[in-house]
């Protein structure tokens, strides 16, 4: 593998299915990645198998939804690694996805939860991981988004909407940050098999969204969203910005 992202630090910001996979294919390419999560031990396991491997990593408690935490995170990469190159928010609360409500009936409390760290906690990760990236002379922001941004789904509407939010803070942040060198993209996935997922969703229900998809063939995998975000992260992504890039086999077939 080519090692694209040699000489970058990189913050992961949520690790579990995707995000552990990000990890290691930045790592993998030959960044130093510093993997955060809610579950401190989770991310201490995976960045210590990465080092296992040969790589460089470093794993921490963050609660993305904290100010202080994501702060003091952007501060350790840059006291750590020297400064900081790229940041990516994946972390997600899934609060209003296991309920059937629509607008309706939903429970507020867990709509507010659900903006209160896919929407605030990705506007922070910004407010804090930009000012470090122009202090390096330019990186990258990329967001984690979702397909249940663009579809209409009948249920988890708190979801779908700060997963699109998204969309209008990275083109804020591409807008005003671009001048001194700062990408910024979100990578919308489709449905993303992994074992968290797996043991979530009943066999029926996966089959059925594999038939959604154009190919058929399979589900996501974690390693279609790392290979994007590892593109976005390089070099070789210096020219694109400004974008929400799907990664859903055809699902949603936004223009
Ligand atoms: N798997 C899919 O099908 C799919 C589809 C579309 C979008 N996504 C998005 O991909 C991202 C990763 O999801 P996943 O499928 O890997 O799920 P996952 O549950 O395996 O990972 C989510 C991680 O976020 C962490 N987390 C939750 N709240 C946090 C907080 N406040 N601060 C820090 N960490 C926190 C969890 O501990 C977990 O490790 C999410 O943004 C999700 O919305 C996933």
Not at 21 to 30: K, P
Not at 85 to 97: K, L, Q, R, T, V
Not at 98 to 114: F, S
Not at 156 to 175: D, E, N, P
């Amino acid at each position: 593998m080519e090692r694209r992202l040699q000489g970058k630090a990189i913050i992961v910001a949520g690790a579990g299915g995707i995000g552990d996979e990000l990890a290691r294919r930045y790592a993998r390419e030959g960044a130093v990645v510093l993997l955060g999560d809610i579950d401190g031990a989770a991310a201490r396991a995976v960045a210590e198998d990465i080092v296992a491997g040969g790589g460089t990593a470093r794993g921490i408690a963050l609660d993305g939804a904290d100010e202080a935490a994501i702060a003091a995170a952007v501060a350790l990469a840059q006291e750590a690694f020297g400064g900081l190159d790229g940041f990516h928010a994946n972390f997600a609360s899934f609060a209003d996805g296991m309920g059937t409500a629509d607008v309706t009936g939903l429970d507020l409390a867990d709509w507010d939860e659900v903006m209160r760290v896919n929407a605030r906690g990705a506007m922070l990760c910004a407010r804090h991981a930009v000012p470090a990236l122009v202090a390096r002379g330019g990186g990258a922001m990329v967001w984690t988004g979702s397909g249940a941004a663009y579809i209409g789904e009948e249920m988890r509407v708190g979801y779908a909407m700060a997963k699109a939010s998204l969309g209008a803070l990275m083109r804020h942040v591409a807008r005003t940050f671009g001048p001194r060198g700062v990408r910024a993209n979100v990578v919308a996935p489709g449905v993303i098999a992994h074992p968290r997922f797996a043991e979530a969703i009943p066999e029926d229900m996966q089959r059925g969204f594999r038939e959604a998809t154009l190919l058929k063939s399979r589900l996501g995998r974690p390693e279609d969203i790392a290979a994007l975000s590892a593109l976005l992260m390089s070099d070789e992504g210096s020219y694109i910005t400004g974008q929400v890039l799907s990664v859903d086999g055809g699902n949603t077939l936004r223009a």
